[in-house]
């Protein structure tokens, strides 16, 4: 009796560490993904990864020809001056799955300060930008 309640508790043990495991593992890449998302497409101007990484909804609410026009208004924009500072964080809809991030970063570049905002989930498989947003002017408060 008492080796079955020990292997029971050996056995919810490593459920636990597993579940808290794969947590920090899923947030630690939805950090990594918001931060290069930003970088690939603040600094980089790189189109093939916004068209690549857009999930369902956002391909639909950010045409191709939108994503043409966001990506040429960057570039327009020229090189970042300075660093680019990536803020946000990755929540859990449920305790250990369903994780979604939120990022911000406002970039300075030579022709103004510009503040990028994107969404991202992690439904089936990999990362993905649920939204992205775009706007000109001052820093976050």
């Known amino acids: 009796m008492i080796g079955v309640a020990i292997a029971l508790l050996l056995i919810i043990g490593i459920g636990l560490w597993w579940l808290y495991s794969y947590r920090n593992g899923m947030r630690n890449e939805g950090i990594a993904f918001g931060k290069e998302a930003v970088q690939r497409i ?10 690549n990484s857009l999930g369902p909804q956002a391909r639909l609410d950010l045409p191709p020809m939108a994503q043409q026009e966001m990506m040429t208004r960057l570039q327009q924009m020229g090189a970042p001056v300075g660093a680019v500072d990536v803020k946000g964080d990755i929540t859990f809809e449920s305790q250990f799955f369903e994780p979604r991030g939120s990022f911000y970063a406002d970039v300075n570049y030579p022709t103004g300060p510009m503040r990028i905002d ?9 990362w993905q930008i649920d939204t992205i ?8 408060p």
């Open 118 to 126: 994107l969404n991202i989930s992690h439904p089936v498989g990999r």
């Open 42 to 51: 603040a600094v980089q101007h790189d189109a093939n990864f916004l068209a």
């Open 133 to 140: 947003g775009v706007s000109m002017g001052a820093a976050r």
